[in-house]
């Protein structure tokens, strides 16, 4: 028996949502074919992936060492499917900043198939905080930028829109609010509270906060969000972040659920930025060129909608 991609594809629904049930009906298929692929992908690799119970589908150690590796092959196979042919024709060195949450947990990937989709063209990264990445957009250190687009001050820096990223509350598993379709700040109020501080994080959180009226009770406060992702699925508190930073499983292998807040906590927004009236470079053009492509062409758009 040879491992196909439904298998794989299938195991990676329940791994994340923690039923069969809910995995099949987000796929749009039958329990019966979620729960036959799973069984074949146990039999073929001679372990049990996920432990069973009346609370529904958990992984097991082997389960997750091989959704580190589910992952990698979906990925691969999007790559393959979604790569662009080479383009030659833009050269350049192209000096681009990157704020801590994009250059973790979102530009590595894209990178990469930059590199491939402009192999003339040479990014050379630089981590920075947004005041920083600013003055160097200003004064010419840097040509580009990506960032959380609602952090910007200047009047002189144009920027663009790529997503929105949905914060949620992040809750360890079994935690009574993950039954609730939506919970208020008010409610969230009376937990204990991981506060990030990364990106400027704190200050927009208590504009959130403070427009309901509201404060978080707050346990700690980091600059760490793998430090809020154990503590969080350890226990030891609520947190509120966004979907582009969530991963369902802690460094310790445990659970973390998320549930909606109802008091209209913005997205995190993600974009481009440069100076106003720069004059674009080639490398410029090609950089904005492959996010207008991923990100907003109207294929993109009309998926988002």
């Not at 992936?49 to 092959?73: C, K, P, W």
């Not at 707050?218 to 991963?247: C, P, Q, W």
């Not at 109207?298 to 909608?305: F, G």
Request: proline share 5%.
């Amino acid at each position: 028996m040879s491992l196909t991609l439904r298998q794989v594809r299938y195991f990676i629904a329940v791994a994340e949502i923690g039923q069969i049930s809910q995995a099949a009906i987000h796929l749009c298929i039958s329990q019966s074919a979620v729960t036959t692929a799973i069984k074949e992908l146990e039999s073929m690799l001679g372990v049990n992936l996920f432990e069973r119970s009346a609370q529904g589908m958990s992984l097991t150690d082997a389960g997750r060492h091989f959704l580190n590796r589910a992952y990698v092959i979906q990925r691969s196979v999007d790559d393959a499917i979604n790569s662009p042919m080479p383009d030659h024709r833009a050269s350049g060195v192209l000096r681009l900043a990157a704020s801590y949450t994009v250059l973790g947990y979102f530009l590595p990937h894209h990178l990469q198939k930059l590199e491939l989709s402009y192999p003339d063209v040479t990014i050379e990264p630089h981590e920075q905080e947004r005041e920083a990445i600013e003055l160097g957009l200003l004064d010419g250190r840097f040509d580009m930028a990506v960032v959380l687009t609602a952090n910007l001050t200047h009047e002189e820096i144009v920027s663009e829109t790529l997503f929105n990223s949905e914060r949620r509350l992040w809750l360890p598993s079994h935690h009574p609010f993950t039954s609730e379709s939506a919970v208020s700040l008010a409610q969230i109020a009376n937990e204990p509270y991981i506060f990030l501080t990364v990106d400027e994080a704190e200050q927009t959180a208590m504009r959130y906060w403070g427009q309901a009226g509201q404060s978080p009770n707050v346990r700690i406060r980091t600059s760490s969000v793998e430090a809020v992702r154990s503590m969080v699925a350890n226990g030891s508190g609520v947190a509120i972040l966004s979907d582009l930073v969530h991963r369902p499983w802690s460094l310790e292998g445990k659970r973390i659920e998320t549930v909606t807040v109802s008091d209209g906590v913005p997205p995190m927004s993600v974009g481009l930025a440069w100076q106003k009236g720069r004059e674009f470079t080639p490398a410029m053009q090609a950089f904005r060129s492959y996010f207008h492509d991923a990100f907003l062409s109207p294929q993109q758009l009309s998926n988002r909608r």
